[in-house]
């Protein structure tokens, strides 16, 4: 079957302009994630999505950061006024949300994001 | 909190060797440890996971992993090592309150023919 899929896989942009990440999970997960993998920090948890509403927001960097799922199924992950340290890659997971934290949780290729 | 270390951020083995890479935890609560590999430019795949059940776990591709819980460590190992497992290795934690993985900063594993 069709796994994580994110789009664009890559993009340029230029410093303060806004960009928008999409993930579409696994169909019939209804837990979705946004991790962001830099050289400097590693893989870091950014948000998590228990069908539409997000209850963990904790690892959000910055208020330019924001998302949102729709129809408990498609995510997007916007960063407004970009700046050169939002420069990374973007990964997007799914799982089968049980509500006890040992559901696997599958991974998509990620959208690499450089600010200039 | 949770938090992950692993020993040796670049492991370099020969093809056929034993691969051994390391993985501490420190966590308040019963863990639950997880193993992923990284193929370059790719999403991450998970290898094998411990959830409470037994303390050696088989996975994909010929790895295993031991939870040793007196020595907060989740190691991972591999008999034979193949050209094809050349990436890069990332445990991570989670916990039964908690849905987010953290991850620990990766190992990069080479192997020599």
């Known amino acids: 079957g069709a796994g994580v899929s994110q789009s664009p896989s890559n993009k340029v942009t230029e410093k303060g302009k806004d960009v928008e990440l999409r993930c579409d999970p696994i169909?019939?997960?209804?837990?979705l994630y946004w991790y962001r993998q830099s050289l400097g920090q590693g893989l870091e948890f950014l948000i998590y999505?228990?069908?539409?509403?997000?209850?963990?927001k904790s690892g959000l960097p910055s208020d330019r950061f924001s998302a949102e799922r729709t129809g408990g199924s498609v995510s997007t992950l916007t960063i407004q006024r970009t700046q050169q340290e939002d420069s990374a890659v973007y990964l997007c997971?799914?799982?089968?949300?049980?509500?006890?934290?040992?559901?696997?949780?599958?991974f998509g290729p990620g959208t690499r994001l450089l600010v200039l | 909190a949770q938090s992950v270390t692993q020993l040796g951020s670049h492991v370099s083995v020969s093809e056929g060797a034993l691969v051994l890479l390391r993985c501490n935890y420190s966590?308040?609560?019963?863990?639950?440890l997880f193993w992923y590999v990284q193929y370059p430019n790719q999403g991450l795949q998970l290898l094998l996971k411990?959830?409470?059940?037994?303390?050696l776990v088989k996975g994909i591709n010929g790895f295993e992993a031991e939870f040793k819980k007196s020595e907060t460590s989740f190691h991972l190992t591999k008999p034979s090592a193949h050209m094809s497992d050349a990436a890069e290795y990332f445990c991570?934690?989670?916990?039964?309150?908690?849905?987010?993985?953290?991850f620990g900063q990766g190992t990069r594993l080479t192997i020599n023919p």
């Open positions: 997971a799914s799982s089968l949300a049980v509500g006890v934290g040992q559901e696997t949780q599958y």
């Open positions: 169909s019939g997960h209804t837990a």
């Open positions: 999505f228990q069908g539409n509403s997000a209850p963990d």
């Open positions: 966590s308040s609560v019963p863990p639950y």
């Open positions: 411990y959830t409470s059940a037994a303390t």
């Open positions: 991570a934690v989670s916990n039964q309150g908690a849905q987010k993985l953290v």
